[in-house]
């Protein structure tokens, strides 16, 4: 992996998120990886800023309490079973990081690692939250979105370091 400053990425944000998911590790004692497809990249208070969304059931919103930051992690598509379980698993009680092959790799900035898999990775501070308020979805078909009213929590994260490789070659399940 290298560095590489947010201002030089070339992405296809809409296709990252949406059909190539990643993966949102938090918690710096007990790191727990989790799939997301909603979020998004962007600049805010001048600053290069990834916003992730999270409901508070999940046990990754209990980590990102205790610990403000973040990584989000893009993988090869090799890893696609990796990311289903990482979205249908709970690091309450599971070690998704032995249950999938995936393997936490320290970050530089931050106390949560990357995913030593990822081709693309971010380390994130949170700057900021806000929590979606079903008063304001302007369209009707959002709340049925919510069928436990368990409303996402945004996150900011400003990018304090991205790093990203051309290809993998190395630890890809073949098959
Ligand atoms: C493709 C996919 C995308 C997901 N995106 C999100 C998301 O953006 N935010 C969220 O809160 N949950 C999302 N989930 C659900 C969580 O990944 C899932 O509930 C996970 O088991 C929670 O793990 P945790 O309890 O260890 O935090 C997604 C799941 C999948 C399969």
């Not at 893009?74 to 009680?93: H, I, K, M, V, Y």
């Not at 990357?114 to 979606?132: I, P």
Request: net charge negative; proline share 9%; charged share 20%.
């Amino acid at each position: 992996m290298h560095a590489i400053a947010p201002a030089d990425l070339t992405l296809r944000p809409f296709h990252l998120l949406d059909q190539q998911w990643a993966l949102l590790v938090a918690g710096a004692e007990r790191p727990n990886p989790m799939t997301v497809a909603w979020g998004g990249f962007g600049t805010l208070w001048n600053r290069p800023v990834v916003t992730v969304f999270v409901r508070p059931t999940r046990f990754t919103f209990e980590l990102l309490t205790r610990e403000p930051s973040f990584t989000l992690s893009f993988l090869p598509d090799a890893w696609r079973d990796a990311l289903e379980l990482c979205g249908t698993r709970s690091g309450r009680d599971t070690d998704k990081w032995a249950a999938s092959g995936l393997v936490p790799e320290p970050s530089e900035m931050i106390p949560v690692p990357r995913v030593a898999q990822a081709e693309l990775a971010f380390e994130c501070r949170v700057l900021a939250t806000t929590d979606l308020d079903p008063a304001r979805f302007l369209d009707p078909s959002i709340a049925k979105l919510y069928p436990l009213a368990d409303y996402h929590r945004m996150y900011f994260g400003h990018v304090l370091a991205a790093w990203t490789r051309q290809e993998l070659t190395e630890g890809v399940p073949s098959g």
